[in-house]
């Protein structure tokens, strides 16, 4: 839904002989050039909280993930050290310059998870693993709206196309990255419930239940690296936004846009220590954010665009041979209805119950979140 809207303000763009060289098309853009003011301004704050809390998580990520190389600091005092190191991502100018880290990613990735895999299978089935059903309703809307979140990779699509020489090319290759995905999270995570099983309930980090080797410590490392370049991919948007609020974003001098930005990461690291819950704060994300990005607003856009005979007939991305539009719409609404039911609705209700909850027993800017170690 998502690349047929680009493709087509793109080539509206095109027609009136626009420059993209110095600047990055985003998606409240195409929303307000194809539809009108509402939608441009209900993309651009819904996105713009939602990639502002992503770039978050991947702070919280840091400091949690850390703390199994060196327990001997608590978890906020490595996110704060890591959040002076995250401020170095408002040099990186644009998506082009993050091509080789991207892919130096996915070769971290593909190692931290075939490690938990080998791990999790060399160690065996615990003793006390129990494979319990959730005991009640928070847990299983909490579970499905993780899943919403897991699959809320998408709302950087638009600005990864523009990035891409052939951005009609998009669609081919993210289906080929997931199914990639697919082959490093199922086999790793269905190990490691298999060997330790709802222990991993008390753990939101995989890490923390591993014994300490030097190949654990290496998937840390790698996967440190890994979010720093995840932070300043999806702060990257959100940064390009305050560009254009403050209008530097045609600046040809990058030093006053990098100071601009500056105040945007300063304050994405204030928060990560304000709530470190990671775990049940991509929850909350999933429910409350991603349910509109990433799933209700594209669908219902797309409807809206397409609703005349005449923009069906000349729509640049035809639906495919086997799916005429009545199916593509049906899809479409049965999307929205499931999301609004399951994500917005009892997924909310779930992920804001358990939120206040880990705020009663731990407090804003908590010390260290699920430690065994006592830091006080």
């Known amino acids: 839904m998502i690349t047929s809207l680009y493709s087509e303000y793109r080539s509206l763009l095109e027609k009136q002989n626009l420059s993209f060289k110095s600047h990055t098309i985003q998606w409240y853009e195409v929303l307000g050039g194809l539809l009108g003011p509402w939608w441009k301004t209900a993309a651009l704050l819904l996105n713009t909280v939602y990639l502002f809390c992503i770039a978050i998580i991947q702070l919280i990520a840091c400091g949690s993930t850390v703390y199994y ?198 304050s994405m690291w204030f928060f990560s220590l304000m709530i470190p819950f990671f775990g049940s704060i991509n929850s909350a994300v999933g429910s409350l954010l991603v349910t509109f990005c990433v799933y209700i607003i594209p669908c219902a856009a797309h409807m809206t665009f397409y609703r005349s005979t005449h923009a069906r007939q000349n729509a640049i991305e035809q639906p495919p041979s086997w799916m005429s539009w009545t199916i593509m719409y049906l899809i479409n609404v049965l999307i929205i209805i499931w999301t609004v039911i399951i994500g917005l609705g009892f997924g909310s209700w779930a992920s804001i119950n358990i939120m206040i909850q880990q705020v009663n027993k731990f407090g804003l800017f908590a010390k260290c979140f699920q430690c065994e170690k006592n830091h006080n």
């Open 69 to 266: 190389i060196n327990d001997s600091i608590d978890k906020r005092t490595w996110t704060f050290i890591f959040g002076v190191i995250f401020i170095l991502t408002v040099f990186i100018p644009t998506a082009y310059n993050y091509r080789m880290w991207s892919f130096v990613g996915i070769l971290m990735t593909t190692y931290t998870a075939w490690y938990l895999t080998i791990s999790a299978a060399t160690i065996g089935q615990q003793p006390d693993a129990t494979h319990s059903a959730p005991s009640s309703l928070v847990p299983y809307f909490t579970g499905a709206t993780n899943l919403l979140f897991t699959f809320g990779g998408h709302s950087v699509t638009v600005e990864i196309m523009h990035a891409m020489w052939r951005p009609r090319k998009f669609k081919l290759v993210y289906l080929f990255t997931v199914l990639y995905i697919f082959s490093l999270t199922i086999p790793s995570a269905s190990a490691l419930y298999w060997a330790f099983g709802d222990r991993l309930l008390m753990h939101s980090n995989a890490f923390s239940v591993l014994p300490r080797t030097k190949f654990r410590d290496a998937a840390v490392v790698l996967m440190l690296i890994h979010q720093f370049i995840e932070f300043g991919l999806l702060s990257l948007p959100v940064h390009f936004i305050w560009e254009k609020v403050l209008g530097v974003h045609h600046s040809k001098h990058f030093m006053l846009r990098a100071a601009a930005r500056t105040p945007v990461a300063l």
